[in-house]
C-alpha cells in the first residue's frame, strides 16, 4: 500500500481505535455499574462486542459523516451552518446509526437478523429520543468550535456516558419473549 493510501486511511483508522476503546469502557462501565446489584463480574465477550461497534461501525461511520456534511453543507465555522450540520446528522445519520448498533449488537450475541432488527426498531424511538436531549448540542459545539481532526475524539468523551446508557438499553428485553419467566410473573 502506498504511502498516500495509508495516510488517507489513517484519520478514519484513528477514529475507528478511539471509538472501540471509548465504547468497551462505556460497557465496561454500564457493567461495573450493574455489579453492584447482580454480582456477576466483567462481561468479556459483551465489552468485545462494544469495541468491535466502535472499530467497525462507530469510528467510521461518524468519521465520513462528518466529512461528508462538511462537503455538502460547508467548513465554515458559523453558528447557523453549525446547527445545521448538526441538525441533518440528527435526523439522517443518527436513526441509521441507532439501527445499525442494535440489529449489529444482535448479530454479535448470536442471535439471527430478525430477532436483531426487530430489536433495533423497537429501541429507535427510545434511543432517538434520549439522544435529542444530547447529541444536537454536541455536535453544535463540536462542528462550531472543534477542528475537524479531533471531532471524534470529542464526540467520544461525551460518548462515554452515552455508551454507558446503550449499553444498558441493549440489555434490555424488548419483547415478552426475551422477559424471563420470573419477571414476567411480576
Known amino acids: 500500500m502506498s504511502a498516500l493510501r495509508l495516510a488517507r486511511f489513517l484519520p478514519v483508522t484513528k477514529a475507528a481505535l478511539t471509538s472501540c476503546t471509548v465504547m468497551a469502557a462505556g460497557d465496561a462501565v454500564c457493567q461495573s455499574i450493574q455489579d453492584r446489584f447482580d454480582h456477576d463480574g466483567l462481561h468479556w465477550q459483551r465489552i468485545a462486542n462494544f469495541g468491535i461497534v466502535g472499530l467497525t461501525l462507530h469510528g467510521p461511520m461518524f468519521f465520513w459523516g462528518y466529512n461528508f456534511l462538511d462537503k455538502i453543507i460547508g467548513s465554515q465555522k458559523t453558528l447557523a451552518l453549525s446547527v445545521k450540520k448538526a441538525a441533518v446528522n440528527h435526523f439522517t445519520f443518527f436513526p441509521s446509526y441507532v439501527i445499525f448498533f442494535f440489529t449489529y449488537m444482535g448479530l454479535l450475541e448470536g442471535k439471527d437478523l430478525e430477532p436483531s432488527y426487530e430489536k433495533a426498531k423497537a429501541m ?31 464526540i467520544n468523551t461525551v460518548g462515554l456516558c452515552w455508551n454507558v446508557f446503550m449499553s444498558y438499553l441493549n440489555q434490555q428485553p424488548h419483547n415478552t419473549d426475551e422477559i424471563p419467566a420470573e419477571e414476567a410473573m411480576l
Open 124 to 154: 429507535l424511538q427510545k434511543t432517538w429520543l434520549a439522544g435529542t436531549l444530547i447529541w444536537p448540542a454536541v455536535n453544535t459545539i463540536s462542528f462550531k468550535f472543534v477542528p475537524p481532526q479531533y471531532r471524534i475524539l470529542y
